[in-house]
């Protein structure tokens, strides 16, 4: 069995350095990294994530928010938590960060192909979906119906709203969005994203969800799509976000039971981690 002391493993371990090119902010707490791999590609799937160095600091999981046709730059969406996140948000345009990966399992794009997509996101959950979106919109004839639909507490936590804006003038997608809670300039939807899911048009049947958000707004969020829509729980894809070390299976920091998250993970069919998601950290 593989430990962290092997060289095969420190070497799969050891950071690559990619340069900043830009940094935007997206909300109060939310930041957007533009980073440039060293040798001009990085390929991932939708879904996958990488392990984000700020170097002296620490190291923590990230998924990537951007396109998977576009490996020139990739972007993180990161909100600031702790004290690698919060180093990670004071990064300027031209400085380094490590990235190693990408780990995980994607999305099952090419899979679901000839399907319905509901897309479900929650808060910052709409940025490890967002690659799933620009695949199925740069691949429109591969899907039936595409279906976003989004949450977050206030009118100021949408995330890319620009963007989710110009996604819902199109014809060929349905977007839908809503708020805990209103300020008075709000006339969009007000409560949980559950409360839309009855208000667009899709087959259960021949539909694939796809949620992210905080744990119980995926577990809410299945659980109304299997009792009140009838979908299968196995056509229900969630994420599981655990702390993670190595991410390559081998420290079992977020081992649960037989399942490792970052490599069985961290996007899993809903069956597998029903059970999990009330079980706090590891
Ligand atoms: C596969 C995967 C993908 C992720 N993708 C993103 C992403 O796209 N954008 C993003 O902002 N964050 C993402 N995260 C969460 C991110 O890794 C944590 O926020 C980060 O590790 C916090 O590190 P820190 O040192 O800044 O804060 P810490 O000081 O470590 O923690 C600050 C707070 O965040 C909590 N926390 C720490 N790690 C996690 C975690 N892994 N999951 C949930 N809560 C945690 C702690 O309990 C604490 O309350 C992802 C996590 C995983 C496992
Ligand atoms: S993070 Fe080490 S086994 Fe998953």
């Not at 160095?53 to 990739?74: K, R």
């Not at 990966?101 to 929650?122: F, N, S, V």
């Not at 695949?135 to 977050?152: F, K, M, P």
Request: aromatic content about 8%.
């Amino acid at each position: 069995m593989e430990t962290l002391t092997d060289p095969a493993v420190i070497d799969q371990m050891t950071p690559i350095p990619f340069r900043v090119r830009s940094v935007r902010e997206e909300l109060s707490h939310t930041f957007t990294l533009e980073l440039e791999p060293p040798d001009g590609a990085f390929e991932f799937l939708p879904g996958q994530f990488t392990m984000v160095y700020a170097f002296g600091i620490g190291e923590v999981p990230i998924s990537i928010s951007s396109s998977a046709s576009q490996t020139g730059t990739i972007l993180q969406t990161i909100r600031r938590t702790g004290a690698v996140t919060h180093a990670l948000g004071r990064l300027k345009s031209g400085d380094y960060v490590g990235i190693r990966g990408p780990y995980g399992t994607p999305w099952p794009m090419d899979d679901i192909e000839g399907r319905d997509l509901l897309i479900i996101g929650g808060g910052i959950g709409l940025a490890p979906l967002r690659p799933a979106v620009y695949h199925a919109l740069e691949n429109r004839d591969d899907y039936e119906r595409v279906v976003i639909l989004y949450g977050t507490r206030t009118p100021d936590d949408i995330l890319f709203e620009k963007e989710q804006r110009s996604w819902g003038d199109r014809t060929d997608l349905s977007t839908l969005m809503t708020v805990d809670a209103a300020d008075r300039g709000w006339n969009g939807a007000v409560g949980v994203v559950t409360r839309l899911i009855g208000r667009v048009g899709f087959d259960p049947a021949n539909t694939t969800a796809m949620v992210c958000g905080p744990e119980i707004m995926m577990t809410v969020t299945a659980e109304r799509l299997i009792e009140g829509h009838s979908m299968a729980p196995e056509n229900i894809y969630v994420t599981m976000e655990r702390n993670m070390k190595c991410a390559i299976g081998v420290c079992g920091h977020c081992q649960f039971g037989s399942k490792f998250i970052c490599t069985d993970g961290a996007v899993f069919p809903f069956p597998e981690v029903a059970g999990l998601f009330d079980i706090k950290g590891v």
